[in-house]
Structures are given as C-alpha cells and as structure tokens.
C-alpha cells in the first residue's frame, strides 16, 4: 500500500474520531432540559394560577402563587391570556423568557409583553420571580386594580330638548353587614325594613345570606323624598346606611310611568334568555319604552387599570373610556304631562288623557290616572268610546248625502230588532222631534244617529273611521292601540256601533286622534318616537275640505248649544268638542264609561274615566282643567 494512502486513511481516522466526540456532545445537549419548556410550563402557571410545575430560584410555587393571586387579585374575573413567545440564553446557564400578555377589558385589549429571567440548574430552569413578572413597571409592594367607569344610560328627551328621564339624585338605604355585629344583623335588618316598609321576612334573609362584608340595599329614595321618620330613624339602627347616587329618573315619581317603564337590576330570566348580554348586577331597562329601547339607551361601560403602590398611590396603565347610551327622543311636553297628571290626580277610577298636536300628530301627553294600577290606558286602553263616536258616525253620514242642517227624527227611543234604544238621562225635552243633524250631534241623540244606519253600506262606518285615524293599526314604536270597528253582526250591531258601542273598541289616544284629524282637516297618525317614521295608511280615503268644516261645524254646536257648555268660557281660540258615555256590565251591575274630547287652537285631548255619571259631568271639568293649564 502507497504511503499516501496510509496517511489519508489515517487523518480519516482522526476526522472521523473527532466527528463522533462532537456527536456525542451534541446528544447530551439534546437530552439536556430546554428552557422553552419552562417558559411555557410558567405562561400556562399565569394563566391558572397553579405554579405546580414550575420551579423558582426563590421561594416555592405556593409562596408564589400567593403572592401573584395578591397582584391580579383586583382584576376581579378577568382572566390574561399569557403566551411564552421564546427564550434567549445570554450566557451559559442563563435564559430569558418573553411572554406576550393580553387582558380583554371592556371590550378591548390590553397587550404587553414582560421578560421572566430563567437560570438553570441541574436538570431544570428555574424562574426568577419578581412583579415585573405579571408587568413590567410593578414595584414589589405594586398590585393590579382594575375600576368600571360606567358608560351612563341615555337620557329620555322630550320636546324642547328638555330631559325628561335622565341621572338625578337619590339615597339608597340598606344594612352594611361590616357594621353590625353578627349577632344583631336579622334584628337590625327587620327593624329597617319596617322603617322603610318593606317587607321584612325576605330581606332580614337577604341579609343573613350576605357576605361579612357585604351592602344590602333595602329602598331607594329620591333625595327630596326622604320621609322625615325614616331620615331621623335609620341612624339609631346598627348597620343601617344611607349611600347617596344618581339614577335615572323622572321628572316625578308617576311622570308617564307606565309608558316609559323603569331601570333596574336584570332578573334571573333575563339573564338566562341572554347570557352573553346580561350579568348579575347589571341595569336595564324592565319596561315600557326602556326596556323596548333598551339596546340605543344603555352606555357602554369602560374601564381603568392602575398600578397601586403599598402606601395607595396609584399610577394608569390602561385605559377604556366609556360611552353614553343613546338618548331617546319623545314628543312629550313636561309641562303639559304634569298638568294631564294633576288634573287626573283626583279621580278614584281608572282614567286617562291624551293630548296630541293635530299639525304634527305629536303626542304632548299620555297620562294615566292613580286608579290604573299602572296600566297604560292611555295609549293602549281598548274600551267602547260611546258617544263620542258620533264623531265618527257624523262623517259617514255626511258622506251619504247628509248636511249638518238635513233634519233627522230624535225621538225619545228607538227599537232595532227587537233591541230599544234611549238617549241618556236627562236629555233635553227641547232637543226633541224633528230636528237638524247639527242639533242632535250637539245634544248627542243616539236616537237619532241610529234613525239613519238605512243610509250606510257595509265597511262606511270603518272607513269613516279610517279617515279619522281610528281602526288601521300599525307600529309607532311605542304600545298604542288604535280601534276596531269591526264588521257587525246583526241590525241591533249595526245601530250600537253608530253609538260608540257594538263591537267598536278605541284607546284614548285613538279619540284622541279622531278629534285631531278634525281639527286638522286631514288624518292624523300620532307620533311619540321621532326616530319612527308615520305616515297615513295607505287605505285611509283623505278626508276632504268640505267635510272637515261641517264636522268642525257640529262639533263646536256642542260646545256653544250642547253637551259641553262647560268649555265655552275657555279662554283662547273656539273648542270643538264632543261628550261620551258608553254603558257596560262589571259584577252583575250596569256602569257608565265618561269620555269626552275636545280641541283647541293646535292641541286635541281626549279624557277618559272608567266609571262616571256623564261624559259632561264626570270627564268635561277633567278636560276643562287640562284645557287651561295648557294657556
């Protein structure tokens, strides 16, 4: 074998040595711990709060682990996700970790990333635990807080711009469990719910099953309504605290109540229909327009997250400003709503006024009296309207060919297949006979209105009717229910429905309309939300010129020749009106409806008492009051 040959063979050999040295330190760096692993076994340790598998230079995972629940601790439920983006070894032994954090806060989210310095050991990285850690600028005595800022509902506005339902003040009074001893809670729980007057079996239970620490609210007062007793009386109760806030609120307690419906803590099943939108302790609306515009109205809350040092200072990391609901713009009038709600304020039944702008269909008023037991009749009553549906009736017997001067028979009863017909109770003796239209509108003479139903066809009264707003419904945004005249069922049917009763059904903002819808000259579509768009059904027949003028005609003979004389000395431009009674059946006994309406310049009303003697008598001094507070 050539020299040559041997040397190669032997420098192979060499190289060949040396190739499997090197291969053997590069197994035992293989099989060597990685500090990746440990990077990632601490981000999953952030996460969970369990740094079981994780080992520390200092300290053990439970100490650790307490101390990071003690930083995040004011983050309340909100969880990081934390990820280990690498690790870079500086020297021999001796590593960095990244982790990338993201905090979903309020909608957002709040990312940094922080270093966690790793050594190794034996067989293990270790981490170096400090604060910075969890963020970069914490301090060792330095925690996490987060605060809500929130977002604020959306004020309810009415007309003028004027706030209507917006933050105004209020005292919460309720036991603080942290200032009462154990002991004494169930008796200073009952004793301040009898102060306020509540019911005191469930709350003496609410607020057993508080924490120690915990507020349990009882009532919430406005400021100015604070009964004096409960204002002297809570103090001398242990535990018992009055917190003052803002909510929002009415310009009064009963102010259009049930249309505009109340705020409050979400219920049970509210949270349960929607989860992802609802939570324990959140507010919302729970009726009326607020809980219908629930969605434009609630803010959007924010958030602040500050570094706090052991002596309380606190330094801004992350912010989230909150946004205000959206208002909610209404066509009510404060003013004329206070003044509907007086004027009903003395009156035992159930009752309602409605008050609308014949030129714009703007609704001013709703208001519905003490006796409603919180329902909304105003807008959404279905009662037969009685005699003032002559309104009505009038119209279609115009269009049949009658004038306000054609001579109608009022006579002191009438029988419809076998049904009697009579005017009401003292009708006037001289309002008798033969007489013209104008005459017996003015006196309400059923008798008479009934006398011609040979001139109407099938569907001339709903059209009347639809010409005057009434009985076409359709959506505006808010509960409002406009009428029925249904089709009748026998001649007795037909005659009741040219009266008001039968089967024809209105709300006192449906009168309310008809009456407008005179006034105007055209049909009105009342309108109480701006955003909604109205308009007049499309199968309304217009009403015309010269009909409007000989119903204003008749309708203001009632006030100077007839029923309602009572509004004849009102001061302003001339009232046209018309008065209603309409009988009904309620525990074997038979009762009276009062209505009566009414308008005046650019303002239509209409009154409704559930139980009266006479639309004059029960609801014309109601409507008269209405009609001067508004000068």
Not at 99 to 110: P, Y
Not at 276 to 284: F, I, P, R, T
């Amino acid at each position: 074998m050539l020299p040559g040959r041997r040397l190669s063979l032997a420098t192979l050999a060499l190289l060949l040595a040396g190739g499997a040295l090197a291969g053997c330190d590069a197994a035992e760096k293989v099989t060597g711990p990685d500090p990746d692993d440990a990077a990632d076994a601490l981000a999953e340790a952030l996460v969970s709060g369990d740094f079981g598998a994780v080992a520390f230079t200092e300290g053990t995972a439970e100490d650790v682990g307490a101390e990071y629940a003690k930083v995040v601790e004011g983050m309340g439920e909100a969880t990081p996700t934390v990820d280990a983006t690498g690790t870079e070894e500086s020297e021999a032994g001796a590593a960095t970790a990244t982790l990338a954090w993201t905090w979903s806060l309020a909608g957002e989210e709040w990312r940094y990333t922080t270093e966690a310095p790793l050594t190794e050991a034996g067989d293990e990285w270790q981490v170096t635990w400090s604060r910075k850690v969890v963020e970069p600028s914490l301090g060792p005595g330095t925690v996490l807080d987060v605060t809500p800022i929130g977002g604020g509902r959306g004020p309810v506005v009415g007309a003028d711009g004027v706030a209507l339902v917006t933050d105004r003040p209020v005292v919460r009074l309720g036991i603080d469990r942290s200032r009462v001893p154990a002991a004494r809670t169930a008796d200073a729980a009952r004793r301040l719910a009898r102060l306020v007057g509540v019911d005191a079996a469930p709350y003496v239970k609410q607020v057993e099953a508080a924490g120690d620490k915990a507020y349990v609210e009882a009532i919430v007062f406005r400021k100015d309504d604070v009964p004096l007793e409960v204002a002297r009386g809570y103090q001398a109760i242990p535990g018992a605290l009055a917190v003052p806030d803002d909510i929002p609120l009415a310009p009064t307690r009963d102010f259009a109540a049930p249309i505009l419906g109340t705020v409050g803590a979400v219920t049970a099943e509210m949270i349960e229909k929607e989860p992802d939108k609802y939570q324990v302790g959140d507010q919302a609306g729970l009726s009326g327009l607020q809980a219908r515009y629930d969605d434009q109205l609630q803010g959007v809350d924010g958030v602040v997250v500050d570094a706090v040092a052991s002596d309380g200072r606190e330094r801004q990391l992350f912010r989230v400003d909150a946004e205000q609901g959206q208002p909610l713009e209404l066509t009510l009038d404060e003013p004329l709503q206070l003044a509907a709600e007086r004027a009903l304020a003395g009156v035992g039944p159930a009752s309602a006024l409605v008050a609308l702008r014949p030129s714009t269909g703007a609704i001013l008023a709703a208001a519905n009296g003490p006796g409603n037991d919180g329902y909304n009749l105003a807008t959404y009553g279905q009662v037969a309207p009685g005699s003032t549906f002559k309104s009505v009736s009038s119209l279609a017997l115009l269009r049949s060919g009658l004038t306000p001067e054609s001579t109608v028979p009022c006579t002191p009863s009438v029988v419809v297949d076998g049904k009697r017909f009579e005017n009401y109770d003292d009708y006037p003796s001289a309002a008798l006979g033969d007489i013209a239209l104008r005459t017996a509108i003015a006196n309400s003479c059923n008798t008479a209105v009934i006398s011609q139903r040979g001139r109407l066809d099938d569907g001339d009264l709903a059209a009347a009717a639809a010409s005057l707003g009434l009985g076409i419904d359709h959506d505006l945004g808010f509960p409002a229910y406009f009428g029925s005249v249904e089709p009748p069922a026998s001649e007795t049917e037909a005659a009741a429905d040219l009266i008001g009763q039968g089967k024809v059904l209105a709300s006192p903002m449906a009168m309310a309309t008809v009456i407008a819808s005179v006034q105007a000259g055209h049909t009105v579509v009342p309108r109480l939300v701006r955003s909604v768009d109205v308009s007049v059904p499309g199968r309304a027949e217009p009403l015309a010129p010269p009909e409007a003028a000989a119903l204003r005609s008749m309708l203001r003979a009632v006030v100077t020749s007839g029923s309602g004389a009572g509004l004849l000395d009102v001061p302003g431009p001339p009232v046209i009106a018309k008065t209603g009674t309409a009988e009904f059946e309620r525990g074997g006994r038979l009762l009276t409806h009062a209505w009566m309406i009414a308008a005046q310049g650019d303002l239509a009303v209409a009154v409704f008492v559930d139980v009266g003697s006479s639309g004059s008598g029960t609801a014309g001094p109601v409507l008269e009051a209405f009609l001067r507070a508004a000068r």
